[in-house]
Nanobody
Framework: QVQLVESGGGLVQAGGSLRLSCAAS????????MGWYRQAPGKLRELVAA???????NYLDSVKGRFTISRDNTKNTVYLQMYSLKPEDTAVYYC???????????WGQGTQVTVSS
């Protein structure tokens, strides 16, 4: 059974930093990409950043230059380093694993990030 364990969320002032981690276990298929989505109250879930097994990255425009995604393939762990946080970054952040096989993505339980002004 796949488990994604997230950590690192919390409350921070605007301009501060946080680092999210997500460790995946029980993976049965080859991973295509790992990433982070977020969902703020009343809004749709959106992709924040993703990284492929080869290291290619993709970022939401509003976080480019402030967030950095990285990955340890040996540990099936993905990180999201967030700098210069803004109140609009406040959301529940979800870890995502996408597989090369035609199976459903795996999701973490979500971690709250709150940025106060």
């Amino acid at each position: 059974q796949v488990q994604l364990v997230e950590s690192g969320g919390g409350l921070v002032q605007a301009g501060g930093s946080l680092r999210l981690s997500c460790a995946a276990s029980g993976i049965m298929f080859r991973i295509n990409s790992m990433g982070w989505y977020r969902q703020a109250p009343g809004k749709l879930r959106e992709l924040v950043a993703a990284i492929t097994s080869g290291g290619s990255t993709n970022y939401l425009d509003s976080v480019k230059g402030r967030f950095t995604i990285s990955r340890d393939n040996t540990k099936n762990t993905v990180y999201l380093q967030m700098y210069s946080l803004k109140p609009e970054d406040t959301a529940v952040y979800y870890c995502n694993v996408r597989y090369e096989a035609y199976v459903q993505d795996s999701w973490g339980q979500g971690t709250q990030v709150t940025v106060s002004s």
